[in-house]
């Protein structure tokens, strides 16, 4: 599914999701209980999201058990791409090079990093010949 403005997941919404994509489809309870572990929801506060997931197609709901389980209508790839796309034109004009120069310049980065980062740059390079 093709993320849109009207469809993008909100912060309480991709909370959800993250749960799902890791432990797959999962009934209200449990993603309750899990959100709760960092802070306090209410059972009806996750259960009304997860209803409003369902209707912007986020999720999917399976009734046929007396428990309802939701799975995930949407990959945790593609939403990453779409909110950082996203991100990127609102926050910085559309340059995804002033987004990676204002991250390196907030910390240092490990020779590792370093070194991930010329291979990614070489990679493109050679994509472009």
């Given amino acids: 599914m093709n993320l849109n403005r009207k469809n993008m997941p909100t912060e309480s919404e991709l909370e959800i999701l993250q749960i799902i994509w890791q432990h797959g489809p999962s009934s209200v309870r449990f993603v309750n209980n899990l959100l709760n572990e960092q ?3 209410g059972y009806t506060t996750t259960l009304k999201i997860m209803q409003i ?5 986020l999720v999917s709901r399976d009734t046929s058990s007396r428990t309802h389980v939701y799975d995930a209508e ?3 790839q593609d939403t990453q791409h779409n909110l950082l796309n996203s991100f990127i ?10 987004l990676v120069m204002q991250a390196l310049g907030q910390q240092k980065a490990s020779a590792d990093d370093i070194e991930k980062l010329k291979a990614i740059i070489e990679d493109i390079e050679n994509q472009n010949k």
């Fill in 74 to 76: 949407v990959l945790e």
């Fill in 89 to 98: 034109k609102k926050t910085y004009r559309g340059s995804a090079m002033k």
């Fill in 53 to 57: 997931m369902t209707e912007k197609g």
């Fill in 39 to 41: 802070r306090e929801v």
